[in-house]
């Protein structure tokens, strides 16, 4: 039952790539998944969400390692979540159709004034939260009959707000986005030190740089795992691409952003539907 076509991956167009990571659609309506196969995966990520629940919903588990956030609110029908500093792990009691909506925490701030700090290791209701505007759009986003509605709803609710801003960045992975994001803190503002450019990326992006460099070389690492198709993987040479200090670092890091060692996650990713998160972005 892996890699069913009603879970996808929606990439934007570049219009949008510096504001929007990518939307995630799950529909497991008919596909009659057990209580396991119904578990869910995630890792500690630098983006913000919103989660709208058109059918089911999810509940936080108690898992070592794994994040449970102190507000949860996973019910409401529209929720909006992260930056998380530690992996998720979630069950859907039932069946499910859910469209997650993934965005650069800076773009985020910059396009609803909400302070992005609130929001560290939290889910709250998204009429706890948004600006008018927003609400009034997600609940339109909520009424639509089909992803592919909402796909253009988002597109055209978000475009001219993002192009106002005249912010057009591309598209990038994780590492050049943190690097883009020391850049523009060393020289948009009086105040230099080391201080001031850590208090900046914080209220931008919610984290500090040491972690925004953790989950840049974590993703940097995923990707080169993935190109190995399966095969065989030199952890150490991984460890020294991907520039961790060495496979012990690796090791220690991986456990930390995801709960598991590199190999046991590889494993797991080929072979365990409540991976599905993990394989979208790995195919």
Same mark, same amino acid.
Do not use: K
């Given at each position: *039952? ?7 991956? /929606? #990439? ?7 504001? @929007?990571?990518?939307? *995630?659609?799950?529909? $497991? ?18 983006? &913000?969400?919103? @989660?709208? /629940? ?8 108690? $898992?070592?390692?794994?994040?449970v956030p102190p507000a949860v609110q996973l019910q409401a029908p529209i929720v909006v979540g992260g930056p998380f500093t530690l992996p998720s792990h979630t069950r859907n009691p039932g069946d499910i159709h859910a469209f997650k909506l993934l965005l650069l925490?800076?773009?985020? &701030?910059?396009?609803?004034? &909400?302070?992005?700090?609130?929001? @560290?290791?939290? $889910? @709250? ?15 339109? *986003?909520?009424? &639509? ?16 707000? /993002? ?13 050049? /986005?943190? %690097?883009? #994001?020391?850049?523009?803190?060393? $020289? ?14 914080k209220a931008w992006a919610g984290l500090p740089m040491r972690e925004l460099r953790a989950v840049s070389r974590a993703e940097r690492a995923f990707y080169a795992v993935a190109a190995a198709e399966g095969g065989p993987v030199n952890w150490a040479d991984i460890?020294? %691409? ?7 670092? #690796? ?20 072979? %365990? ?11």
């Open positions: *039952m892996l890699d069913d076509p009603r879970t996808a991956l /929606w #990439l934007p167009p570049l219009a949008l790539a510096g504001c @929007v990571r990518a939307a *995630m659609l799950r529909d $497991t309506r008919g596909r009659g998944l057990d209580a396991a196969q119904r578990e869910n995966y995630f890792p500690a990520t630098p983006l &913000v969400s919103l @989660v709208w /629940w058109h059918e089911g919903g999810s509940e936080w588990l108690a $898992t070592p390692g794994f994040s925490a800076d773009a985020f &701030v910059a396009l609803t004034g &909400v302070a992005v700090d609130r929001l @560290v290791n939290r $889910t @709250v209701d998204a009429r706890e939260l948004l600006p008018p505007d927003w609400l009034d759009w997600a609940q339109a *986003m909520a009424a &639509v009959p089909d992803d592919a509605a909402r796909l253009a709803l988002l597109e055209a609710f978000l475009l001219p707000r /993002w192009q106002a801003l005249g912010d057009q960045r591309p598209g990038q992975r994780y590492a050049a /986005w943190t %690097e883009a #994001l020391a850049l523009r803190a060393a $020289t948009s503002a009086a105040g230099r030190s080391l201080r001031q450019l850590e208090r900046r990326i460890a020294a %691409e991907s520039d961790y200090a060495d496979q012990p670092h #690796l090791c220690r890091e991986t456990r930390r952003l995801t709960g598991f060692s590199p190999e046991e996650l590889r494993r797991r990713i080929a072979a %365990e539907e409540s991976f599905w998160a993990y394989r979208l972005w790995r195919d």
